[in-house]
Structures are given as structure tokens and as C-alpha cells.
């Protein structure tokens, strides 16, 4: 599902020039990449509760930071360059549709992860179920950033939004190297 998310978000982004779509799309990439390392933490907590973070977790964590970090230098980049030309995206239409769907999606994610993190009292499903909350609070900036300038067709609408993206995937990437440099104990029940 991400997946198509991101490729939709990239390809609909680039198609009606909505840096704010482009920008939840590369998200969502870097949303699947970091999966890779929560999927391997699961299976480490799950074969040996008391393990500490291994090396191919700190190494994801690290990766997925600095893709962030890269992301938000090309968001702040374009944003800049899209101010000095007055650049407006020609339609924003993608953007409420992709949002609402992720949305709905997100929240239901969110609600399942909480509802097993509980189960198995494992702070590191209920701490992944707090990540997937970010990607609601993207979506919604995209929402209101799409609805307001396809109603409205507000100069500099785009930008904000994306500003607003970019804020919030650079604590995304300092969270993940806090995360990598600081050994924070995950596990089932313990902590």
C-alpha cells in the first residue's frame, strides 16, 4: 500500500507540479525503507527479548535519517527556487484524493498497531504505532495545503505545505539518529 502511495504521490506531484504531493510521495519511500529495520527489530525482540539493537538496525536508523535529512534539504531547495519564480501548481486535485485514502488508511494502521502493541505489551509496536501518527499529521498538511489552493488558488499555498513536510521529516530523521546513537531498550514488556 505505501508503495502505491508514494509512486502515485511522486507521479501525480510531478504531473500537476504540487511540490507538497511530490514531497508526502519521497516520504512515503523513505517510510518503506524504514520498515526494513522495524521488521528486522521485530523479529530480534520476538526471537530474544533482552537483545539490544544490532548493527543492521543502528545502520537502518542511520539511513533512514540521513535520507530524511536529504529530503528536506531538496524540499527547502525547490521551495526557494519556486518562491523566486512564482512557480503554482497547475492542480491539487491528486493531493486531496491521495490524502484522504491515506488518511483512512493511516488511521486504521495506527489503531491496529496500538491494539497489538497492547496485546503483546511491546513498546516497540506501540512506539512504531506513534511513527505511523506522523504520517496522518503528513497527510492531513497535505490535505489542507491541496484543498486550500485547488479552492482558493492562494500564491504560495504549495510552499507552505511543504515547509510544513519538511519540519516535520527533519524530526523524523533526528529521531531516527537518537534512536541509532543512544541504545534505547525495546522489547516485549521490558524496557
Same mark, same amino acid.
Given at each position: 500500500i505505501s508503495l502505491g502511495e508514494a509512486f502515485f504521490s511522486i507521479y501525480f506531484g510531478l504531473k500537476g507540479e504540487s511540490l507538497t504531493l511530490f514531497g508526502f510521495g519521497m516520504d512515503s519511500f523513505i517510510e518503506i525503507l524504514s520498515g526494513i529495520g522495524v521488521a528486522h527489530m521485530i523479529l530480534r525482540i520476538t526471537s530474544n527479548p533482552e537483545t539490544n539493537r544490532d548493527a543492521f +538496525?543502528?545502520? /537502518?536508523?542511520?539511513?533512514?535519517?540521513?535520507?530524511?535529512?536529504?529530503?528536506?534539504?531538496?524540499?527547502? /531547495?525547490?521551495?526557494? #527556487?519556486?518562491? #523566486?519564480? %512564482?512557480h503554482k501548481p497547475e492542480t491539487t486535485i491528486s493531493g486531496i484524493m491521495i490524502s484522504l485514502a491515506s488518511m483512512i488508511l493511516m488511521i486504521a494502521l495506527v489503531w491496529g498497531k496500538t491494539r497489538t502493541g497492547k496485546k503483546l505489551q511491546s513498546k516497540a509496536i506501540?512506539?512504531? /504505532? +506513534? *511513527?505511523?501518527r506522523v *504520517?496522518?499529521?503528513?497527510?492531513?498538511?497535505?490535505?489542507?495545503?491541496? %484543498?486550500? #489552493? +485547488?479552492?482558493?488558488?492562494?500564491?504560495?499555498?504549495? +510552499?507552505?505545505g511543504t515547509f510544513a513536510l519538511a519540519w516535520l521529516s527533519f524530526r523524523e530523521g533526528r529521531e531516527c539518529f537518537k534512536k541509532a546513537k543512544h541504545e534505547i531498550h525495546c522489547s516485549c514488556g521490558h524496557d
Open positions: +538496525e543502528k545502520t /537502518a536508523l542511520r539511513i533512514t535519517g540521513l535520507s530524511f535529512y536529504l529530503l528536506v534539504a531538496g524540499l527547502v /531547495a525547490t521551495v526557494t #527556487y519556486n518562491l #523566486y519564480l %512564482g506501540l512506539s512504531d /504505532a +506513534e *511513527c505511523t *504520517c496522518i499529521y503528513m497527510s492531513l498538511i497535505l490535505l489542507v495545503s491541496s %484543498g486550500i #489552493y +485547488e479552492l482558493t488558488r492562494m500564491p504560495f499555498i504549495d +510552499e507552505l
